[in-house]
């Protein structure tokens, strides 16, 4: 699509780190980005924090543990733009950070797995059908090196904390090779990205990678063209392991 008709973008947690990078990075590519954010506050703010830096972006607020919520924000895209062409689903929390599986909380689990596995499921529910009907789309969920069953060479040994949100992150390198094999033929790439260690609030100061650094795989997967692949799992552009 041209400058005058742009792909339209969501970006979930896009207001802060690693979300509003991304979001950054995709408006600069001429794509009308959407910042999904449950806060409308934090999210008005970080729309003005991208406005002063020459990035214009839009805010839609949603919760992405509600299904509700999801479905009240995709009425509104649908009737606005009629399409959403491209989602990054970004929004993640870790509630249990240095926690074993063996003590982490079953609440503890069930929260986490709220916004960071179904969310994603619903939200690409809710997607999926809208982009069909265009016959193109790119989804690209955002993951972690620490919820695959080989831990990336040069990550921190985190081995046995955050296991809730490493399960979560495992199921959703799942879903992205479910949902890519059955959209296949419609035109639609889903993919997984592993930001690595970025220097956001949930990956410290110390962290080796900028924000940028970290945004640079999901933007990639996100503007895919036809050749590109589908229903892999991605750390700087290149395959990573499952």
């Given amino acids: 699509m041209n400058k005058v008709n742009p792909r339209i973008a969501l970006v979930t947690g896009g207001n802060r780190g690693i979300g509003m990078e991304i979001a950054r990075q995709l408006s600069l590519k001429g794509i ?35 299904h509700d919520s999801i479905l009240q924000m995709m009425k509104r895209v649908k009737e606005k733009y009629g399409r959403l062409d491209i989602l990054v689903n970004n ?3 870790i509630l ?43 989804i690209v969920n955002v993951s972690s090196g620490l919820g695959a069953f080989q831990v990336h060479q040069g990550l921190l040994d985190l081995k ?26 419609k035109g639609i790439k889903v993919n997984a990205a592993c930001p690595g260690s970025v220097q956001t609030d949930m990956g ?9 650094e ?21 750390r700087e552009r290149m395959k990573a392991e499952w």
């Fill in 32 to 66: 009308n980005v959407l910042i999904g954010c449950r806060n409308e506050d934090k999210g008005r703010n970080a729309v003005e924090q991208l406005s002063k830096s020459g990035v214009s972006v839009e805010l839609e607020v949603v919760d992405v543990s509600s």
């Fill in 160 to 185: 046995g904390s955050s296991s809730a949100y490493r399960i979560s992150k495992t199921m959703i390198n799942a879903l992205t090779c479910l949902v890519a094999h059955d959209v296949a033929d």
């Fill in 96 to 138: 249990d950070r240095g926690t074993s599986i063996l003590n982490v909380k079953e609440s503890v689990m069930k929260k986490t797995f709220e916004t960071n596995y179904f969310g994603v499921l619903n939200l690409i529910q809710a997607v999926v059908p809208l982009m069909i009907e265009h016959h193109f789309g790119r």
């Fill in 214 to 234: 970290g945004a640079d795989t999901a933007v990639w997967l996100a503007t895919l063209d036809e050749h590109g692949p589908n229903g892999g799992f991605f």
């Fill in 204 to 212: 410290g100061a110390d962290a080796p990678l900028t924000v940028a």
């Fill in 91 to 93: 929004a993640g929390v």
